[in-house]
């Protein structure tokens, strides 16, 4: 059916790739293109031959947008999947831009120096998107993705107004090790390391970083403890879904994480702040990430499963409704399948139903969109045919 360019060739991208290869019905060809292109010779080595989908590889700095414009002008992809860093999220567009490509990504961007992301820099595209005729994707991962993808089928299907969205995402993986991080360190510690904020009435409500603890009886794992965090689906949600009145985000942190991560922030470790070592500049936190595991090692010796999902109330029929939707993962089946454990598995997967969104014209339209903006049906059926599949409660524990 087409063509698909993938950057980046990380952990995430790794799942999405097998995806693709296992899908060669939509990703007639693909071409990997990263910073350390030995890595997507790697991968190319591996999953040649598996099927029918050809696969190509290069070299490519997608920090620099002509040398993106350049190779998009070379393969000539129907769709650019980004899976490289948040960092390179504007590059790619004004490389998707000039050369009148779509593009689909999972994180939305954040400039180096400051660890605050928000959608104001790639919503600031829609015109220049809708005027060049293509489309844009964001966030197309698991949260935000499929969680977003969750908030528009409830809406659809089950309720006529949502009040209360709580997000969680629970990880109950052991890696075995005292302290590493399940996807791109430097990246999970800006994150987890940030302020905590929810929406309600219409406002950010903001908290110290894990200020905000609940303890919650996840389906098929147990319990675990969560804390809020701010993230970028609720951004997004609190615009489309018309009647919101609060949106949280809860995540779980096992305590030996939790203290690690205090430690190394009582000395300065997750800085972003460059210093001056050895008679060079160094981020603390780039060379913390060059000392961890590598997130892509971990998928061997993780064991234990994810689960994800959404809590919504709002009303049906004029009546109070409860609605759950989560996805359960587990590590080592993942591991059997793609050699990746479930972090990087629940969002390579709907990296590549994104972009097969795009490629087959299920979902078009000129412009920047969130996935929630779509028809969310033929998504779901998808999450159900790739390997994620989804369950459904009507009367779940609730978060207080
Ligand atoms: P990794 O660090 O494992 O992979 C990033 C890849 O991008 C690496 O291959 C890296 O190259 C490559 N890269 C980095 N900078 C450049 C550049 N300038 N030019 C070309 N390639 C570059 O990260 P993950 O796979 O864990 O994460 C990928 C993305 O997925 C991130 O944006 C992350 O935020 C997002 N994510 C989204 C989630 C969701 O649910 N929505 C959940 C988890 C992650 P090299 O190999 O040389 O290092």
Redesign the pocket.
């Known amino acids: 059916m087409g063509k698909c360019m993938i950057?980046?060739?990380?952990?995430?991208?790794?799942v999405a790739i097998h995806k693709c290869v296992q899908n060669s019905e939509v990703f007639d060809e693909i071409m990997i293109?990263?910073?350390?292109k030995s890595?997507c010779d790697a991968l190319k080595a591996k999953l040649d031959g598996t099927s029918s989908t050809r696969i190509s590889t290069a070299q490519?700095?997608?920090?620099?947008v002509d040398e993106i414009i350049a190779l998009i002008n070379e393969f000539k992809p129907d769709v650019v999947l980004?899976?490289?860093?948040?960092?390179?999220?504007l590059?790619i567009m004004d490389a998707c831009l000039a050369t009148k490509t779509h593009y689909v990504?999972?994180?939305n961007y954040e400039p180096e120096d400051t660890a605050k992301f928000e959608y104001k820099w790639q919503w600031a595209y829609r015109d220049r998107f809708k005027e060049a005729g293509i489309t844009a994707l964001l966030?197309?991962?698991?949260?935000?993705?499929?969680?977003s993808v969750f908030a528009a089928y409830a809406l659809k299907h089950e309720f006529d107004e949502i009040n209360y969205i709580d997000i969680l995402d629970c990880n109950a993986g052991d890696h075995g090790y005292p302290f590493a991080t399940?996807?791109?360190?430097?990246?999970?510690i800006r994150e987890v390391s940030a302020n905590g904020s929810y929406w309600e009435d219409g406002h950010w409500v903001e908290t110290k970083p894990m200020e905000i603890k609940r303890v919650y009886n996840f389906p098929e794992i147990g319990e675990k403890d969560m804390y809020l965090l701010h993230h970028?689906e609720i951004e997004s949600l609190a615009l489309n879904i018309p009647g919101i009145k609060r949106i949280r985000f809860f995540m779980t942190f096992g305590q030996s994480y939790l203290t690690h991560l205090k430690c190394l922030e009582n000395v300065g470790m997750t800085s972003i702040e460059p210093i001056e070592f050895e008679g060079k500049q160094i981020v603390p936190l780039q060379f913390l990430k060059a000392v961890l595991p590598?997130?892509?090692s971990l998928g061997p010796r993780t064991v234990g499963k994810t689960n994800i999902g959404c809590i919504f109330r709002g009303k049906k029929d004029g009546k109070d409704k409860t609605y759950y939707l989560y996805n359960v993962c587990d590590h080592q089946e993942c591991y059997k399948e793609v050699g990746s454990q479930a972090?990087?598995y629940?969002?390579?997967v709907?990296?590549m139903i994104g972009a097969m969104m795009l490629m087959t014209g299920t979902w078009k339209g000129p412009g920047v969109f969130n996935i929630e903006e779509f028809d969310p049906d033929p998504f779901m059926d998808a999450l159900n045919k790739w390997g994620l599949p989804w369950k459904e409660s009507y009367d779940p524990e609730l978060v207080d």
Do not use: M, W
């Open positions: 950057i980046g060739c990380g952990g995430v991208a790794s293109a990263s910073r350390t890595k490519l700095d997608a920090d620099n980004n899976l490289a860093l948040p960092y390179q999220d590059t990504d999972t994180a966030g197309s991962g698991f949260d935000p993705g499929v969680t399940n996807f791109n360190p430097e990246i999970n970028e590598d997130p892509s972090v990087s629940t969002t390579g709907p990296a």
